[in-house]
């Protein structure tokens, strides 16, 4: 995670550098390292200990806590507590909504398919079909996919191309070169 620090009125000391590192990688922990970036401000107003953290979490999740305290100690331990709850309270919503099914996008209603003779679907005997792994599918292009085909071990990879934003299948032939398996547009 990146962290940017940044002091008000403060001249930033390496104990002050730690005690933040230390409070965030407690935070980072609790939100599975799904954290991108931080951005600390510390200040000093009259006689308390000003801080402000934003945190920006994968999922363009934004969180915001603003902490004051007699020490830095009880500011930075308030402002990581307050996002804490902020990731805690996002996080099962994002769990209910898992639960009951619905989506975040709108849901489309099918079309009507024409009616289509079903055939069985026959598998020899002695073979069955397994779930071996669940693959994340991000949005590349063909190129992007051809750069990440090459640092991994599977000979294929499943993305969603950027431009037409439809599923496509990228392979390692047995002459060496890649072949692509994409949708008519």
């Known amino acids: ?4 620090l940044t002091g008000r009125k403060v001249v930033i000391s390496p104990g002050l550098r730690r005690l933040v590192d230390r409070k965030l990688a407690k935070l980072l922990r609790q939100l599975n ?8 401000i510390v200040s000093k107003q009259k006689f308390e ?18 902490a004051r305290g007699e020490t830095w100690e009880i500011a930075v ?21 898992k639960r009951r099914g619905e989506s975040s996008r709108s849901v ?9 003779e079903e055939t069985p679907l026959t598998v020899p005997p002695k073979q069955r079909i397994v ?14 996919a051809a750069i990440a085909l090459d640092g991994r071990d599977e000979p294929f ?18 002459d060496g070169h890649l072949g692509l398996i994409a949708p008519d547009a």
């Not at 995670?1 to 940017?4: I, K, Q």
């Open 1 to 4: 995670m990146r962290l940017e």
């Open 33 to 40: 390292d799904s954290g991108i970036a931080a951005s600390v």
């Open 49 to 66: 200990c000003v801080v402000e953290l934003n945190l920006h979490a994968r999922g363009e999740r934004f969180l915001h806590a603003i």
């Open 77 to 97: 331990a308030d402002a990581v507590e307050k996002v804490l709850h902020q990731a805690q309270k996002a996080k099962g919503k994002w769990q209910e909504r």
């Open 108 to 116: 489309r209603q099918p079309r009507a398919l024409p009616p289509v």
């Open 131 to 144: 779930r071996a792994v669940r693959y994340a599918v991000k949005p590349m292009t063909a190129d992007e």
């Open 157 to 174: 990879l499943v993305y969603r191309d950027a431009k037409t934003e439809s599923v496509a299948v990228l392979y390692r032939r047995k």
